[in-house]
């Protein structure tokens, strides 16, 4: 193995951060050698500074790194951001200021004009907002973006469409319990249970699918002039975000057509072959009760996008089901495939 | 309490059929004296003839009846039926013919032209099809059916809105584990898991919902001229179907004019006091996170239908959240309150 | 109905504090006129001072209550106790001090030497520790207390085979959810799997059976010589915990008398009618894979005890499963009852 | 990689049988090339002939297979046993009696005197009943098992502790719906409840137990003489068997020489490296409320036993908790490291 990147993540402690560090594990282009987080934290081992709350143990070795303030200083250049909202904005702004290359699951910046919300087999382009975003902010560091849990689940599923015009979208969610987090939802409150609302993730959805879905306009991105309309409901599922999707396209394909789509997705993490890239960034289930949560969204790694069901629909053009891992391909694969997209066009050099 | 209509169950040994038994328990109108099952039960003391998978025990005194074969003979006149599909279909066509009020929960008959898709609260002039079935068919008994369950709540929910015309529906259900019956759903396929597919039970929606918000026209039911879709998805829940929905709406009300229809939908059921009928047939919830099914789908004994969260919908016109007790308001109960109306007509004397 | 006796509950905003509310509406006795809790909450009215986490939603006139500080002052003589363990000990002494008859669900003072761990089937005599309890405070007031959930499942099965001698037990709970209150246990603890710790709550069945179990002695309760050992585990269950019991007995009686004694089993309560009592405290199920959870925990208002699968066991004498409802005969419904008895005693005089 | 050992499957289209398949892909030593089912599937392709119910989809090269009748002909030699108890018997002693290897899951020969029940952690030498066996059958081929699934996490974690003595032991299952096969337990009882019953499974855990930990005394095994009860329950857990453990030791070791037993268990696998067996059989895990299925079942492979709570116990000597995956480790894991030993015994060649 060559020589790896060094990589740190800032909020190291939370959940989030727990599934940075567990993805990480054995990457060939990254290696883990710095934890960020809370006053509280800082100082301590990282075995001694957090519960570990996914299947299995601590690893070894990260269980005896010392954890550190959220500030700049010795940090690697490549910083993992999985801050939570309440104080991503700051610290990652202080880190970029400082030099840091962030590639965060946070949502504060996504929606901000200069800032990619990037998904690699999506809209790669959309790095090129990060010249404009340094030179208005007087950074040498940069913040990308990667979408909200469901949205991407949702993005996925929608982009072997792209080609035969997205228009309206109706999506319903049935989003697992992991993307709450930890503590996150009371089991009083889900077990044998559905809560049909998730704050904030239903507006989430619907903007941020129609700025993945834009076009790079040298400064910004125009957002795809669609209008998608989310109903989030929480279910008592482990991971994985279950979506239903009914969609309109401008082309009026046949359903041929968009098999052949499905089938056939590829794009430029696939051709560059980037470590944590899926074969197939999007598998179409011809099993007529598939995908499903518990049987699918960890096969490939959690990074492909699963969709079954394809059907017309009686109101809109075409409805159908898709399926990814929420805290995989929704959060820390989302961010760690961002920054190989980024390596792999000489950004992190 | 005045004498009681002596009433009887065709199916009686099944999930439904044991429905049925729990909601008739202490009818102030009916009083079960009959319980007919497949030729292995009959015979045997009910108690014997199957396993009680409901909460608590067999109620004693049903306990004790001698199952019949379901054949014409000595049973009531008024019979509930929750026959398996596989075989309602002659059964209740004999009954029927035999001079029977046959109430029927199973999907056999459902979109005859001549047997109303009755849900007493929207549609009780759809009963006036009897007359023409007793004539067409030469019988001098007569059938009608109850909606699908997952059906029901949706066309609960869309009851107070029929004056400003409902046009376009999407709709996506996650449904209880209980709508599926005894063994029903494999506890591998659902623990932990969604099934984003139930075999025929879109296609039910979709068209019984037409039927059942349609006009009476002399021999037929106009159907609504207005498409829905719906996606139907397995959850693991006990009891209650959740469904969301998008609606498109020709009058473009406002949204106070949505919740006050909300507020202030009553109907025939209301009006006449049936005893199954709930005081009001649907409920506006204001909590921001309701309704749930483990928490509201038991009140009002199960027969009201929960609405909650109404809001635009960037692609229809309005949005909301609804939840029905499947097997109670969507089942056992329906056909109750189904006879009530149909006793509170004369048309069980 | 005759005047009722007014009563308050002290921690009215948390979960065991719901409880009480729910469990107390129509009772014939006690008329709930106060709600005390933090310092948060006083002045607010109670529906705008917590969420509501029962199904349903909270009762309509107690939602208008104004909550009060924890401080003797207005309150009711009677007064149910949901405080929390952090803050019970000062709150219920200032209020037995100041007069105050508290009836507690709290842990902190059941151990206590001169307080009664009531349950009135078992143990009504061991009311007889207050006059002690009150010379020794000098207080006016008093506390009484009732055991943990997990407890009073297991002493109300062995409380019919306490003729024959109780020695040695070994008991593996299987307890629900709602027993941790609200948010208590994490989704993504429990959601498809078990937890095998519950803190605290070994040690408490251990030492509560022994008193609850022994014998008054003028001023102590001399406790039970058995050894009681318990493995205490969470699993996705809402409410009702189950409960495996190995016992040996004394007397090696043979299993038809445990049978009968399991039948025949009642007490003080029932042979006063107390409002709350079951009336049959302890029911035999002879269903070979019951007692179950979700199916019986609510029969009998909740205010049973469920047992089943009576067999010799190899090590011990005998062994068996048993079940109660955690939240009510394990916390409200106990605590109701306690205060019936000691009504009954004229102790509320 | 050198020639593989050709293998096959007797009842492959079953659950157990896909679990078969799955733990076989990729094996160093054994290549699957044989299917055998039931008439109804024999002729078709693999994939045809069933519905795959595990995580992911059937592997593609054995869905190619075509399914072939369980009658011995052009099988292999070395057959792993997947059969339905109902048919085992007389199949398995045809294929024995025609000189193959029979490695069985299935519970019909597990007690027969001449027959290893085989953990080879546990009791490898039992292996030497196969020539009697052989003898007294007058079978070129033969037959071992393994036990079942729950009796396999409880002899595992008493494993370390057999040079201690074990004498008695008090054992509560919370058992996973996986154990119980396709469909298996209905949704209906499982979803938010607990099975306080599984049929035979109390019994078997008595009884194999005192076998598996027994001694070989030329023709026949000794059993161990202590006594065992269990109490065997269904929880709402997907994979991975949970067994909460009391236990008496003759040696009375202090609480320090169990945890070093633990900790450095190892036995004859590990010593030859076997492919499936785990570098350490039992882990003890210090965290105060682990091993739990959904978290640690997977680990190892699903090879391992996690034992944790170690603590005295007040009636018997010491209690804890254990966990195994019970289809890996408890079924087809299991019967694949028997064959593994027998081969490195020479019993293939």
Redesign the interface.
Known sequence: MQTRIEVGILGATG?VGQHFIKFLQGHPWFELKWLGASDRSAGKKYRDAMTW?????TPEDVGELVVEDCKPGNAPRLLFSAMDASVATEIEQAFAQAGHVIVSNSRNHRMDRDVPLLVPEINPEHLKLVPGQQRARGWKGQIVTNPNCSTITLTMSLAPLKPFGVR???V?T?QA??GAG????????????????IGGEEEKM?QETQKILGEFRGDHIEPLPA???A?C?R????DGH?V?V?VELAAKPASAELHHAFDHFTAVPQERALPSAPPRPVIY?H??????????A??ERGMACFV??LRP????DY?F?ALAHNTIRGAAGAAVLNAELMHSEGMLD
Request: a positive charge; one cysteine or more.
């Open positions: 959940m709350h996914l299947a299995g143990t309206n979208v109706i319903t049935l319990v992991s930890y503590p996150g939802v009371a089991s009083m409150d889900i077990v044998g249970n559905v809560v049909p609302f619907q209008r998608v309309s109903h409901n279910v008592p599922v482990v279950t239903t009914s289930m099993e007529g009760n598939r995908p499903q949560p518990r049987k699918d960890e096969r079954g069901r629909c009686p109101v809109l409805k089901v």
